[in-house]
């Protein structure tokens, strides 16, 4: 196919929203094998992938692209790792490999990017990952330095969608500004986007941000049966964690507010079984910060007083903070999740610890690369209200709402 810089193929179908919940939900993957395997044939591929990019019967992509007879070359896995099993921020330059005559390339070690000898016996590049609807879920800046290298090297790139499971209406936080880049925000996007995979990797070449001239020859297959407003779990698909914490999607749900504590010296419950529904630290007082943010206006959730003990957890943390020491703080446990704004309520948590706390409670510069706008830390140590602060991303967010538009599939 010739290829046309800055133009998509989009293989979609799109279904009545009342649908959604009575037929069953094909992914992009599922799409692939059974509507548009023609693209695979005679082809060398590389597929972008971990554990958790299976078919809706359970099987691996890649072994069922395998069975198939087509050219599987190579996997390149993401953060963690092919099987899910390395904790946040472990540098894997080697990767388990799924099958003897395929080897597994991370993407996640010495290179963040494919090289050219990575591709060089690659024809297509067939991305799979499961991303949870936030910007510093670092998924999407696999997906961004694939989509860059696949246009480098004239590429052809296949981005199979799968659901965003806190579902694809709500967008909240600020927009990332453009000297805060880094892996965990590659590109101008909220902190809860609001977007598949798919339609994210359209919004990266579509508004020019892979590079000057840089438009891969980009395939986008859609879901069937999948709509806006639902989550994970309206449809009949087990959870698999997508990372080692990402336990379940109750903490997806909140993970896009509580991941703001990793900026900070308070735990976000890495080494423990609930991590960032589960925040604390030795100086804190937990009846004191519940009574802080119930003032604050909290809604869709219930915080209850927890005392706690980070360990180091294999495959899951390794050394978190206050590792064996006695920590108080808070037990978070979703309600309603129609109710909660999750990245609001980290701001609020975040404003209350420096209220309360404010010789103890450090904001760190890695705060400012999750937040994606240094302005919000500054606002915070001030003690600008939670309200003011959660204002103040309201232009840039609109601008992005109507610019994302374009980009939406379902």
Aim: hydrophobic share 35%; aromatic share 10%.
């Amino acid at each position: 196919m010739k290829k046309i810089p800055g133009i998509f193929l989009i293989l979609t179908l799109f279904i009545p929203l009342s649908f959604a919940q009575v037929k069953p939900l094909e992914t992009g993957a599922d799409r692939l094998l059974s509507e548009f395997s023609g693209i695979l044939k005679n082809q060398r591929i590389g597929i972008v992938t971990n554990a958790a990019g299976v078919l809706s019967n359970g099987k691996p992509l890649y072994e069922a692209m395998v069975a198939k007879g087509y050219k599987v070359k190579r996997i390149f896995s993401p953060e963690h790792g092919y099987q899910i099993n390395k904790p946040a921020g472990q540098k894997v330059n080697e990767s388990d490999t799924p099958g003897k005559d395929i080897p597994v390339t991370s993407l996640y070690g010495k290179n963040k990017i494919p090289t050219r000898e990575m591709l060089s016996d690659i024809d297509i590049i067939v991305f799979d990952l499961q991303d949870v609807g936030a910007r510093f879920y670092t998924y999407i800046s696999t997906l961004y330095y694939t989509m860059q290298a696949a246009a480098k090297y004239n590429i052809k790139m296949i981005v199979l969608d799968r659901p965003n499971p806190i579902n694809g209406l709500k967008v909240e936080g600020p927009v990332l500004k453009k000297e805060m880049e880094s892996f965990v925000g590659i590109a101008p996007l909220p902190v809860q986007h609001g977007m598949t995979v798919g339609e994210i990797a359209r919004y990266f070449d579509g508004e020019n941000l892979l590079g000057k001239n840089l438009h891969p020859d980009l395939y986008v297959i859609s879901m069937k049966s999948w709509n806006r407003n639902s989550y994970f779990d309206d449809y009949s698909r087990k959870w698999i964690p997508p990372s080692p914490n990402m336990r379940n999607l109750e903490t997806a749900l909140i993970y896009a507010g509580t991941c703001l504590i990793e900026g900070t010296n308070v735990s976000e419950g890495r080494g423990t079984f609930r991590p960032f529904l589960t925040i604390g630290a030795p100086f804190i007082d937990s009846n004191e910060l519940i009574d802080k943010l119930k003032d604050s206006g909290i809604n869709g959730i219930e915080i209850s007083p927890i005392k706690f003990s980070p360990i180091s957890i294999p495959g899951m943390a390794n050394k978190p903070k206050y590792e064996n020491e006695s920590c108080n703080g808070i037990s978070i446990t979703i309600k309603d999740r129609s109710q909660l704004n999750a990245v609001s309520f980290g701001i609020k948590l975040v404003c209350a610890l420096q209220e309360l706390y404010p010789d103890k409670f450090k904001l760190t510069d890695y705060f400012d690369k999750l937040a994606g706008d240094p302005s919000i830390r500054k606002m915070i140590i001030k003690r600008t209200s939670p309200g003011t602060i959660i204002s103040s991303w309201n232009t840039t967010l609109t601008k992005f709402k109507n610019i994302r538009r374009k980009y939406l599939l379902y």
